[in-house]
């Protein structure tokens, strides 16, 4: 197993600062749905127990992962958004179509990130199949949401 770590559940509070000022992106992959809606409850609630406003926080759906960089472009170019959180879930297929997914959605949301300079959080799921991402999905294997909500704000504070 290439890491022992499946979650951030016992993440430290180092660098968590107040957030009551901070405006954050969500971008949600309509793919996989059951998955990533429980992706994005995941980051809700962890950006609000962290305590994030819940007017602070827009939503915005795509059709698929490989839209997730241009949405999350789309808001970071906002000057007024602190934070950009991308959640999506890849399933393998049959093809390496799957491949070609995930390579471009973690490859651009690093660019935007750094073309806009703040955080893009990648939170995309990118299991072997289903029982996989719901392991992730606040399953057996914690909610890759709250990790990638707890990484946006722990960024806020770097
Ligand atoms: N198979 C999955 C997809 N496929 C759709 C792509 O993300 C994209 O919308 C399409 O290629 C058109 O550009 N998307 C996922 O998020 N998850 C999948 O399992
Ligand atoms: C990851 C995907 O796009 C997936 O749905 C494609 O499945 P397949 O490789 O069997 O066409």
């Not at 996989?32 to 406003?53: C, D, H, P, R, Y």
């Not at 959180?85 to 949301?109: P, S, Y």
Request: charged residues 20%.
């Amino acid at each position: 197993m290439a890491s022992t770590q499946k979650n951030l559940s016992q993440h430290s509070e180092k660098n968590i600062q107040d957030i009551s000022g901070k405006k954050f992106a969500l971008i949600v992959s309509e793919w996989n749905e059951e998955v990533t809606e429980s992706l994005f409850q995941g980051a809700m609630e962890t950006l609000l127990k962290n305590g994030a406003i819940k007017g602070n926080i827009i939503r915005k759906n795509v059709p698929g992962s490989f839209e997730l960089t241009l949405g999350a472009q789309w808001m970071a170019q906002e000057e007024e958004i602190d934070a950009v959180i991308c959640l999506g879930c890849v399933i393998q297929g049959e093809t390496k179509h799957f491949d070609f997914i995930c390579d471009a959605v973690a490859n651009g949301i690093t660019n935007v990130g750094i073309k806009y300079n703040k955080p893009v959080i990648f939170g995309v799921l990118t299991p072997d199949n289903q029982k996989q991402a719901l392991d992730r999905a606040g399953g057996k294997h914690g909610n890759k949401g709250d990790e990638a909500a707890i990484t946006a704000v722990k960024m806020l504070g770097f």
